[in-house]
């Protein structure tokens, strides 16, 4: 079924406040004079001649200029591959990726990363990572334990059974010494040794079979039984070994038995340390894993791991990194765990990460970049990961994102040479950085002449026109900046910078307008920051707080006007300025703007009843809450509100649908299903019908299952519930009659649900009534969903398969290309794939079909595609 459910709205939203945020104040609020400021106007917070808008920031991202191509090239690199090159190249397509702001399809590569490791480090490393993205789901981790994809990821590794798994038959413990390095006898005119040897340690005599304690290593089997003078003595002085009575007597236990019954680590350490010394491989192996058992805490990983690096004990240096990555980043505000990578050269690096040393660098640096891009941890770690690169690719991304922390430091040469290296590896991206940098010594034509020769040597990007205007001025950064929004809408500066400058112009409605257009398709916070402005400069109250309260639901910490002013503390100097909300004034105004689809709207008047109610109605409205942030695709603020609903949820039936939808969101469909058939036991419930159809459209789309999700929203209408719930009902339901072509009752329920009429000028409106028009109607309507939202898909397609129809193929493939350049779309790729097939373009449609295999491996029809244009290749 075409989209039934799916929203195509933004691409990522920038929870990261220093990411893309305006660092400068736009009024003069003297330090600490906030506080002291009288509530009674809160237009005193703009002045219009002090907008000042920050740079767009260079992303610390690996961004090819082609990502399809790179996509396919890493897919067939893959198809190619052995097991052990497997998990690098998922760390790079992830890094591809996060670099198109697709935090979905990025845990899909790093958990393919973790699915192939192969060795214990690789497992260790990814699944840390994997713990890392996952930030905030610690609420649900009870759930999403119960299900077993997700179990191994939530378990830690027994790295002790994995090294385990890992060891030759070969390596017995009885045998350990190979025929053909048997000391020879012939021609040593002496007796043989004695059966026994006494070892002394001090005053402390330990007596041990002399044959076993020889089987344990090479440099004892020759002491004893070879031609050196200990093999003709009963006794042999170990006291300058390093090893105490008990350990040497647990040796000597160990050689009869084979195991190692030591309960105290500093024993065990001793004899790690005495094994090392005379090579005996099974005895470190031992005392390796015995040290390991020991590691449960940060403090055990700190005290112990230089221990394990300093005697190349890999199980016990594992099991400590294994902890020490179990909590990033608060274990690296640590300066002692700090210290451990900090002292570590190149042979102890390998010891701890094996050949995974790329990628522990590239967690660590990105956990270190998230939290202070301006350290020297970012610095230190992505120093480590550009020595660690193996590749052109790792080391171009590595020293892209150190050019990227340079420039953040403003240590501009640096950032230059950094940029530049990265260029010549193959980055284009950093052009961007090299010219930033250029910029800021105070070189600005050289920085523009940067971006104008790549804007003339290869296919124009949006970044690049948006790079460029920041070199120019007049019309020209104007021109540019349009391109930059024709080419890439999802870049937020050419709008912001649009609309500041007319605020300074007075032209205040026109800068709302302009604002609006991309606030209607992306939301980020500092475009809402912006628009709280213009509000406050027009003194619309209700709607700064509005907007105020929409940030709050995002990031209730969010601080304002370059971190001087808190957003919750400007909500209370605007809330005695507005009119008060009743519960039943809060439910009207709820109604209406949801109704609009006016989700930024809706976003805030749940905040407000939030906040005030402090009854059982909680559950209801933070899953409401969550149904309007994946509207406004902000999927990880929606999985907060969905934990808060499940925690207020005043019934088992109610609790089951939200764990319901938490288990959908988190990609276990199946799961999902099973507790909305739970929940419609104990009780049916719209909300437990509703969930049960969204799943099964989504685990299955062929026409039996379009009858059975027909019959379940039928249901669910029937059940109480209040008309906000039941117009999405409908509305759903006349998705999955158009796709029945049952356009007569999708018109039906779209007439009751009055969508065109109370969501004008809103692009899901004009979608939905394209699906049952005249073609003429439809083109019209389509037109204006991308003027009014770029990053619904649909449209490019509907109007590419009219110009196939026209054969018009290279038209065709031209509108799709449009949409794929800033938006990494499955059904886009597949079309064009398609396309490119039915014109006779082999390696084109290939490209493409290894480029969407990368984004969902398991699509049948592509893979079917796939496979046909692959045996035409020549």
Known sequence: MRSLWATDSCKHIQLNHSVERIPQSWLQVERGKLTRMSCTDPSSFYNSSLIKLAEPPIEPYFKPLDYVEVLARIHEELEAASENEKSDLYLLQSQVFRGLGEAKLLRQSLRSAWRHATSVHEKVIYAAWLKHEKQGEEMIRDLLSQCSKCKQEFTPLDIISEFSRKATSNDSVNSPISKNHEPSFENVSLSPPPDFVVFHIGEDKIVCDRQKIAAISVPFHAMLNGCFTESRKTDINLSESGISTKGMRAVCEFSKTGKLNVQSPEILLEILAFANRFCCEQLKDASDRSLASFIHTRQDAITFIDYGLEESAQVLVASCLQVILREPPHSLHDEQVARIFYSIDAEKRSIMAGSASFALYSLLSEVAMKDNMKSDKSVFFLQCLRDCAKTSRQSAFALHQLGCVMLARKEYEKAERLFDAAIQEGHFYSYAGLARAKYHRGYKLTAYEKIRHLLSSCKPLGWMYQERSLYCDGKGKWLDLDRATELDPTLTYPFMYRAAVLMKEQSAHAALAEINRVLGFKL???????????????????????????????????????????????????????????????????????????????????????????????????????????????????????????????????????????????????????????????????????????????????????????????????????????GQALNNLGSVYVDCVKLDLAADCYEMTMLIEKARNKASAYEKRSEYCDRDMTKADLQMVTQLDPLRVYPYRYRAAVLMDNQQEEEAIAELSRAIAFKADLHLLHLRAAFHECIGDVAGALRDCRAALSVDPNHQEIMELHSRVHSQEP
């Open 524 to 726: 980020t916070l500092d475009c809402l920051e912006l628009r709280t402005c213009f509000y406050l400069a027009l003194q619309d109250y209700r709607g700064a707080l509005c907007d105020i309260q929409s940030i709050l639901t995002l990031n209730p910490n969010y601080m304002l006007y370059g971190g001087r002013v808190g957003a919750s503390q400007l909500r209370s100097l605007l809330f005695p300025h507005v009119e008060h909300w009743t519960t039943a004034d809060c439910w009207m105004q709820l109604y209406d703007r949801w109704s609009a689809v006016d989700d930024i709207g809706s976003l805030a008047v749940i905040y407000q009843m939030v906040e005030s109610d402090a009854g059982s109605g909680k559950g209801l409205l933070f899953f409401r809450q969550s149904l309007l942030l994946l509207r406004l695709n902000c999927p990880e603020a929606a999985m907060h509100s969905l934990q808060l609903a499940r925690q207020h949820a005043n019934s088992e039936h109610e609790r089951l649908v939200y764990e319901g939808w938490i288990l959908y969101d988190t990609g276990h469909c199946e799961e999902g299903l099973v507790k909305a058939e739970e929940s419609i036991t104990i009780q049916r419930s719209f909300e437990a019908f509703f969930l049960k159809a969204y799943a099964l459209a989504d685990s299955s789309q062929d026409q039996a299952s379009s009858a059975m999700v027909i019959a379940l929203l039928e249901e669910a209408l029937k059940c109480p519930s209040d008309g906000l719930r039941k």
